[in-house]
């Protein structure tokens, strides 16, 4: 089957000779999926596979191929592709009863997941067999795949981190659940609009989803408001509204292990009953419209990333997924046959030992308080022995250090929606202050600082605090985000219980960031050292003896160019309107693509683009390096500075793109509506991926790994997780510059003045000169002061501190970039170290360090094996 080899006409290697010349556009078949030449189907397969199609085409969707549209035959696909997770999905909930392993409940408002028909091919090894079915049929397989709406149920790392740790946990063979809310639209669809962001709603169920299963039999009541009673016989929380929890249940298959574990999302549903005593008075109509106020709990994803936003929806939300997890979790753990429901178990001792709850950030720490009202006043449990279950069983896993994260409730607000939880908060809060006054007589401040309740005008409740307190585990996600969590965010938490804090670096599944999205350079590794570092990323190292080796050089370059080609045309042809810029596939790719916000420091980049463009003008008969940035992400709809942000970045491509005198030395795409499917297609083209975040701000990254391990080098300062990536690889291979955190943390002691930087740099004051006076924006001169002024007066994340070092270090990618076979043989070093980058390995040290559980390889048999 000709179409299943790689392109094998040898591309040119970047030089500085050839970098002004457009690359030829890429043909027809050049343009084909490149799907991996290992595993080819055989007859038998496709032939199954075609049936199956044409079935689905005909009883599930009720069209032939003369009415069917292209979605009809996607949906005709995904019902074929799931067909064979089923049988797998069933047998795996059949062995976790049967062996009774320890749950791992992982609890997030977001799961990001992207798009699901290829990822399920790849995990089931279906790909191929799928491919060559569907061009038998006179169909192109990756039409199709990119029909799929992607599930955005996130809004960036946080939720993508959550997919990811699904994949590994079935690969890794846990019995895990993932918990989170069915919103009806997820992150908003980003139209750029004269440059300026304009938010579209999601309505990515508009279609159907054909990977989830509603399960109405296991629909549980959630309750709000209400009061207490204290009674003889126990607390009683009465005269509640109650909400319906409907639960809708996707497939998470592990790779090649037979094992499909189970997302399991919250849809709210108003019970029949809602408001009908209405009717009574004729109000018929309005009590059955009044539902929708129910139901808006799983609506919309609040679309805010690193912003706590402290409307009472949102808190519903929190509490929504939480109460309906927790009865499902309880429900679980006292049932022991498939499909029982009668209690078996009714001893809560051993709840721990079957049970780990990982609370992912604060959005999930109403658990702590809901368990312990179950345990105390539904199952009756002592308030001790209750604490102690609640402190086994939960951990906590920090995202943030930025302050405007954390998220405080007002206590009257939560008073009224939660009336027994506040009691029940107030009642850990008493308990825990009481243990520190112990230990630190005589210490007011420290139990002020301590304290889950905040005094104050308005008192609130810390989460943060109360999830520290309420878990046995709290980690950060990369090592120099753990040390700040212990020393400064938590630091006297850290002094009273120094043993329950850990570090978790994050990790990215493989099997999405490198085998599915870049299956040239997952090949051409696999035909190098086999296909093991599939499931143990650490086998990359044995690329290392291979830098040298002048095939495997070539062959990754020629990969990434074939990417860059193969991403030029995808620009040109989606964005042909928007962009009305020819791209030059030879120049360097440099991407910066994460959410917009002011301490990723997308500003600085927009700074060095000014500078080149600058540079150009000055000396248009020299010889520059050329460039292709690209910038992406969205900005919170609130989020002033970001949308600004935004505005400025695609002001300056406006101008540097159209001027005739730089030509094709430097270009300026912002990429429109990035998300997961769209990240799967630029990464592996990036040459140079940007992670230059203010040091000690962001927490770990995970694009910075997807950069990386698709052979993409990383500008970064050491932040988040570019610390252990230099460890790893070694800092002479990546492009580090700028103040560490000792130095940031020195200046906000002496005292951040910008202005020192702006009168002392010839550049950086032209920059912003420009900025500021309009010449991005002469139709609005003004347009831009907001940002100047921030920049100069009130930056917290030191934009100008930086820039001499981020300009310099710049200048040595240059360098390196005109000499194609260094710059290459520094990939392969990056790709071969890349290996402590994955979940696997994170999901491993959670399992064994924090859930008390060990990854198994055991393969569940197929369904047409009979069972021992």
């Not at 074929?80 to 069933?90: A, E, F, K, Q, Y």
């Not at 936003?309 to 979790?329: C, M, N, P, S, W």
């Not at 005739?660 to 083209?685: C, D, M, Q, T, W």
């Not at 990939?827 to 040290?845: H, L, M, W």
Request: charged fraction near 25%.
């Amino acid at each position: 089957c000709p179409r299943r080899s790689h392109l094998l006409a040898a591309l040119p290697l970047f030089s500085p000779s050839s970098a002004g010349a457009m690359a030829k556009p890429l043909t027809d078949s050049e343009k084909r999926k490149q799907i991996s030449v290992r595993g080819i189907a055989g007859l038998g397969d496709v032939a199954e596979v075609r049936k199956s199609f044409n079935r689905h085409l005909h009883f599930t969707l009720v069209k032939d191929r003369n009415v069917a549209t292209p979605r009809d035959y996607y949906f005709a696909l995904a019902h074929t592709v799931r067909d064979h997770l089923v049988g797998r999905w069933i047998r795996t909930q059949q062995h976790y009863y049967e062996r009774d392993p320890k749950r791992i409940y992982y609890l997030s408002l977001e799961f990001y997941m992207g798009r699901t028909l290829q990822n399920t091919m790849v995990n089931l090894g279906l790909q191929n067999a799928c491919d060559e079915a569907i061009y038998q049929l006179g169909l192109d397989l990756e039409e199709l795949e990119e029909i799929e709406e992607d599930a955005g149920l996130g809004n960036g790392g946080l939720g993508r981190l959550a997919a990811c740790f699904l994949d590994s946990m079935a690969t890794l063979g846990l019995a895990a659940y993932g918990y989170g809310i069915r919103y009806e639209f997820g992150i908003f669809n980003q139209k750029i609009v004269n440059g300026w962001q304009v938010e579209e709603a999601d309505d990515w169920l508009r279609y159907g989803n054909p990977w989830e299963k509603a399960r109405p039999e296991y629909m549980l009541p959630v309750h709000f408001y209400g009061r207490v009673e204290h009674t003889p016989e126990g607390v009683k929380w009465l005269d509640t509204q109650v909400v319906l929890a409907m639960p809708y249940d996707t497939p998470v298959p592990g790779y090649k292990n037979n094992t499909v574990n189970t997302m399991r999302l919250w849809s709210a549903k108003a019970p029949n009953d809602f408001n009908l005593h209405d009717f009574n008075t004729g109000g018929y109509i309005e009590a059955v419209l009044d539902r929708n106020l129910a139901e808006n709990i799983s609506r919309v994803l609040y679309p805010n990333d690193n912003f706590f936003e402290g409307k009472e929806l949102r808190l519903k939300q929190e509490y929504f997924v939480v109460a309906a997890t927790l009865q499902d979790i309880v429900r679980r753990f006292k049932s022991s046959k498939f499909g029982c429901r009668d209690p078996v178990r009714t001893c809560f001792e051993i709840f721990p030992d079957k049970v780990a709850i990982q609370l992912n950030d604060t959005h999930p720490a109403l658990a702590i308080p809901e368990l312990m009202r179950i345990l105390v006043d539904v199952e009756k449990v002592d308030w001790d022995k209750a604490w102690e279950i609640t402190r086994k069983t939960c951990a906590y896993t920090n995202h943030t250090v930025l302050p405007e994260a954390l998220e405080r409730w007002p206590v009257s607000m939560f008073g009224q929606l939660l009336p027994r939880h506040l009691e029940i908060i107030y009642a850990i809060n008493q308990r825990h202050l009481d243990q520190v006054a112990a230990l630190f007589p005589g210490d007011v401040d420290r139990l002020r600082r301590m304290s889950v309740i905040e005094e104050g005008d308005c008192k609130r409740i810390n989460m943060a605090h109360l999830c520290v307190i309420g878990s046995h585990a709290v980690n950060g996600v990369a090592r120099i985000h753990s040390e700040i969590v212990k020393h400064s965010v938590f630091k006297d938490f850290y002094e009273l219980e120094p043993e329950k804090f850990q570090n978790k670096t994050n990790g990215i599944t493989p099997r999405r960031w490198l085998l599915l999205c870049n299956p040239g350079l997952a090949d051409t590794i696999m035909e190098k050292i086999g296909e093991g570092f599939l499931t143990d990323l650490s086998q990359l190292k044995k690329l290392l003896p291979l830098v040298n080796d002048e095939a495997l050089i070539r062959e990754v370059a020629q990969v990434k160019q074939e990417n860059k080609l193969k991403f030029s045309a995808f620009l040109e042809k989606e964005y042909k309107k928007e962009y009305k810029v020819r791209i030059n596939p030879s120049s360097m790719f440099d991407v910066h693509v994460k959410r917009i916000h002011e301490y990723k420091r997308q500003l600085l980049n927009c700074l060095h683009i000014v500078t080149l463009y600058n540079r150009i003008k000055k000396d248009p008969a020299k010889a520059f390096v050329p460039r292709t940035v690209i910038i992406g992400g969205k900005a919170a709809p609130g989020y002033h500075m970001a949308k600004m942000i935004i505005k400025l970045v695609t002001s300056i491509g406006e101008v540097v793109n159209h001027d005739p005198i730089v030509g094709n030395r430097l270009k300026v795409i912002f990429l429109e509506n990035y998300r997961v499917s769209l990240a799967e297609k630029v990464i592996p083209a990036a040459d140079l991926s940007q992670q230059i975040s203010t040091a000690g701000t962001e927490a770990s990254g995970t694009g910075n790994m997807k950069f990386m391990l698709n052979g993409a080098l990383t500008i970064g300062t050491m932040d988040g997780a570019n610390v252990e990536m230099a460890e790893e690889a070694g800092a002479e291979n990546l492009f580090i510059f700028g103040l560490r955190v000792e130095d940031v943390q020195a200046l906000d002691q002496k005292g951040y003045n910008a202005q020192e930087y702006y009168d002392r740099l010839p550049e950086l004051r032209q920059a912003v000169d420009q900025i500021r006076d309009g010449f991005f924006s002469p139709q609005e001169p003004d347009c831009f002061k907001d940002i100047v002024n921030m920049l100069l007066y009130h930056d917290r994340f030191k934009v100008f501190a930086d820039y001499e070092a981020y300009l310099a270090c710049q200048a040595q990618v240059d360098q390196l970039y005109q000499n194609p076979k260094e710059w290459t043989k520094k990939v392969i070093r990056n790709i071969a170290c890349s290996g402590k980058f994955s979940s696997d390995r994170t999901i491993t040290e959670y399992a064994r360090d924090i859930w008390g559980v060990e990854p198994s390889d055991l393969q569940i048999p197929t369904p047409h094996v009979p069972k021992d």
